[in-house]
């Protein structure tokens, strides 16, 4: 593993991130009904954690000697609001895994703190998928 690696996964994560900021944004305006004013409020607190994540990443990403992404991964826009939860769910689910793996990389080139932090990353990234399987459930 070389730290040219890891800096190119990090900004995959990084992009992830911006695009899943942007999706929440774009999800809270389209939520409508009591299921939707339910989805905004649970929407509001995990933006705050995935712009605590950008912003983590763009620091670490510059520390690391690399160039930060500042263009969002893309994703789909589903018409209705169990087909929004159903691609966040699967979004979630998708970065707990990369961010493993990528607390794993940092490991493997001496990166401690790094290291730790991806994995508390994941772990955030793991309740959002709690949160968000538990409102699917009443769907
Ligand atoms: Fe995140
Ligand atoms: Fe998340």
């Keep these: 593993m070389t730290k ?6 990090l900004n995959d994560d990084l992009a992830a991130e911006w695009g899943t900021i942007i999706r929440y944004t774009y999800q809270a ?16 607190p995990e933006l705050q954690d995935e712009l605590r994540h ?7 990403i ?6 930060p992404s500042t263009s969002p991964k893309r994703f789909e826009k589903p018409g209705t609001l169990k087909e929004m ?4 769910l699967r979004m979630e689910m998708s970065d707990v895994e990369n961010y493993k793996m990528h607390a794993e990389w940092a490991n493997q080139i001496g990166e401690m703190e790094l290291k ?24």
């Design 29 to 44: 305006a389209k939520s409508f009904g009591l299921p939707g004013a339910e989805l905004r409020e649970l929407l509001k």
């Design 85 to 88: 939860l159903e691609v966040d």
């Design 4 to 9: 040219e690696q890891v800096i190119q996964g």
């Design 116 to 139: 730790v932090k991806l994995e508390e990353m994941a772990a955030d990234e793991a309740s959002h998928a709690r949160e968000i399987r538990r409102i699917l459930k009443g769907m």
């Design 62 to 67: 510059v520390d690391l000697g690399g160039e």
């Design 54 to 60: 950008a912003s983590f990443l763009t620091d670490v």
